[in-house]
């Protein structure tokens, strides 16, 4: 995906832009890129005559820090129907192309037919293609399906694992597991990813069971488990559900993941909507976060648990919720970037180097046109999408 002039150019990368948001806005307009990092900020930045730089002339658009999505079926999800309904993986493209620099790629229900080792396969396909890319281990499934056959060893032993997901709760997918059963997944995830210097997310698909965040109230409450551990998702697909979500993140100083569902239906919300019925609960910004569940399926079952039809999740949503966060003025811009960036880094463990325009962080830029559109992608100083370039 990524050009070769891309591959090719000089480690020095120069980008004169109309603003700078990092997530707060700077006086600076020039960003240098050096080996993948970001070196200075300012105005007027130069480079000594004779260097090898790649000057980027962009005043008409404004510098975000790249957008991640921490839930994303890169290898693609479904199967609830058969071999017939298995989502199609998603590519390098169609990831940049709205802004997205950084994505965690998850199993879901289908872990037999696609496993951790193909996921593993797809994450390093896409940082191959220039997208930062990691993964949970494990899917829905109790015990969950490992790289190493040990949750530790898959969190000490391979970079690209950051924690475990995504563990299905409260769904009849799921494995029902057993409060015990969870707790003990959590803490083995705690102490492999302390061994490992990661956070160790674990991350946890919410069905519209009636427990609901139930199983993660009391993970909280009876043991010494922190909060940051957990992030439970999905958490607007009902509006019961929503409300117990922004219980749960005030009670206990928690992170909910919000989902841009496409058609969030009669029951569901959508991500914008869902957000600013948090906000109004009086959940802080810096602890709700938002994903696609892109290129997942979207099942529909009928009162008897039976599969009835589905269709395929995309990320376009996310970013229209979220332009439509800003155009609202729900949330001024500098706040709202935390939705899909800051605030996933800093929930992911991965906030010393992505979610901030800052000297010394991954050179992960996404640049914005007036109406908040993705024009341009940076991962690592690279450009991976050009609106220029699209098809």
């Known amino acids: 995906m990524m050009p070769l002039d891309e591959r090719d150019a000089p480690l020095l990368t120069l980008l004169r832009v109309g603003g700078i948001f990092a997530p707060q806005p700077l006086e600076a307009t020039d960003l240098l890129i050096a080996d993948g990092r970001i070196a200075a900020l300012g105005r007027d930045l130069a480079v000594p005559e004779g260097w090898p730089v790649r000057l980027v002339e ?32 998603i590519t390098a493209r169609e990831i940049a192309a709205m802004g997205i620099g950084t994505v965690v790629g998850v199993l ?15 994450v ?34 391979i970079p690209e694992v950051i924690g475990l997901g995504e563990l299905a709760i409260s769904d009849h997918r799921s494995s029902q597991p057993r409060q015990d059963e969870i707790a ?25 069971g009636q427990r609901g965040l139930e199983p993660l109230r009391r993970l909280l409450a009876e043991t010494e488990i922190p909060a940051e551990q957990l992030i439970p998702t999905h958490v607007n697909r009902h509006r019961v559900l929503l409300e117990e979500a922004a219980d749960y993140a005030l009670a206990f100083a928690a992170s909910v993941d919000v989902t841009a569902f496409e058609d969030p239906g009669e029951e569901g919300l959508s991500g914008f909507d869902a957000v600013s019925r948090l906000l109004a609960r009086g959940v802080p910004v810096e ?20 599969y009835i039809g589905m269709r395929v999740a995309r990320n376009t949503a996310l970013i229209a919720d979220w332009q439509r966060l800003v155009r609202e003025e729900v949330l001024p811009l500098d706040q709202a970037l ?22 010394g962080f991954d050179a992960d830029v996404t640049l914005l046109d007036d109406d908040l559109q993705p024009q341009q992608t940076f991962v690592a100083g690279n450009r991976v999408h050009s609106r220029d370039d699209s098809p």
């Open 184 to 208: 003990r997944l959590v803490s083995e995830v705690r102490v492999g990813a302390m061994l490992a210097g990661k956070l160790g997310i674990c991350h946890f698909h919410v069905g519209d």
């Open 108 to 122: 879901g229900t289908d872990g037999i037919s696609r496993s951790p080792a193909d996921l593993l396969a797809k």
């Open 58 to 89: 962009a005043r008409d658009l404004v510098a975000v820090p790249a957008f991640i999505d921490q839930h994303v079926h890169v290898t693609g999800g479904g199967g609830e129907g058969g071999c017939g309904t298995r989502c199609p993986e």
């Open 287 to 306: 602890h709700i976060t938002m994903s696609s569940d892109c290129n997942g399926s979207l099942p529909e079952f009928d009162a008897q648990g039976n």
């Open 124 to 157: 390093r396909g896409l940082r191959a293609e220039g997208i930062a890319a990691y993964m949970y281990t494990g899917s829905y499934r109790v015990p969950p399906p490992t790289l190493t056959g040990d949750l530790q060893r898959d969190l000490a032993w």
């Open 338 to 359: 935390g939705l899909i960036s800051g605030n996933v880094a800093r929930v992911l463990g991965l906030d010393g180097q992505k979610g901030r325009l800052a000297e």
